[in-house]
């Protein structure tokens, strides 16, 4: 089964608002996570690295205001997409490093009109 | 920094025939490597990965995959695709301990599976 969960797989926000995206752990502890976008017949790209306890990561060109991580517990960051717009719907997905490997989650469908 | 390409984009085979996916990496010390499935609309699989050791690694579902330094490669075949193995593959490559941050996607091969 899943090892690293999201939540919600599938979400439709109207313009100008928020949403939030979750990303668990199951049954180990992740001390960092990571946060990718995947655009339609397209590979994925790292967005941030969220750290427990500590601000994330951003990578180059991608607006930490827009895009805020929380990493409040070792099993738990979350993604919130703040004022969305639709050029923000895409396929967001979360992973997490344990047992010498990288898990990823299900993915989450972000749908802005 | 690493990159990955992977040179098809897209492939066809037969169900019963065999498969290889072509991988190759760009990284100056021995990296980690992985294969990972991507079923439509859905989140990323392991089928295999490569730390060390025996350079040809097996996998889930039947994959298997071998690491050729000399080559700069990491392919991922089967002997016997099934129709079910439709699907986005994608290779990886990270470096170091910190092989989370430092991962690295290739664009990914398209398979699709002929009855």
């Known amino acids: 089964g899943a090892v690293v969960s999201q939540h919600p797989s599938w979400v439709i926000c109207k313009s100008g608002t928020s949403v939030k995206i979750e990303c668990r752990s199951l049954?180990?502890?992740?001390?960092?996570m990571f946060w990718y976008r995947q655009f339609p017949k397209q590979s994925l790209m790292l967005m941030a690295t969220?750290?427990?306890?500590?601000?994330?990561?951003?990578e180059q060109g991608v607006e930490k205001d827009k895009f805020l991580i929380n990493h409040a517990s070792l099993t738990l960051s979350t993604l919130t997409v703040t004022s969305a717009h639709p050029e923000d719907s895409s396929f967001y997905i979360c992973s997490a490093r344990g047992r010498n490997t990288i898990y990823f989650g299900e993915g989450s469908w972000l749908t802005v009109v | 920094a690493q990159s990955v390409t992977q040179p098809d984009i897209h492939i066809t085979v037969s169900e019963g025939a065999s498969l290889e996916l072509r991988c190759n990496y760009s990284y100056g010390a021995t990296p980690y490597l992985f294969w990972y499935v991507q079923s439509p609309g859905q989140g990323l699989q392991l089928l295999l990965k490569y730390f060390s050791g025996d350079t040809l690694v097996q996998g889930i579902k039947g994959f298997e995959a071998e690491f050729k330094r000399s080559q700069s490669s990491f392919n991922l075949r089967k002997p016997s695709v099934h129709w079910s193995d439709a699907a986005e593959y994608f290779c990886a490559v990270a470096s170091g301990d910190n092989y989370g941050q430092n991962f690295v996607f290739g664009p990914g091969t398209r398979l699709s599976v002929l009855p």
């Open positions: 049954d180990f502890q992740a001390t960092t």
């Open positions: 969220s750290n427990e306890g500590s601000k994330a990561t951003y």
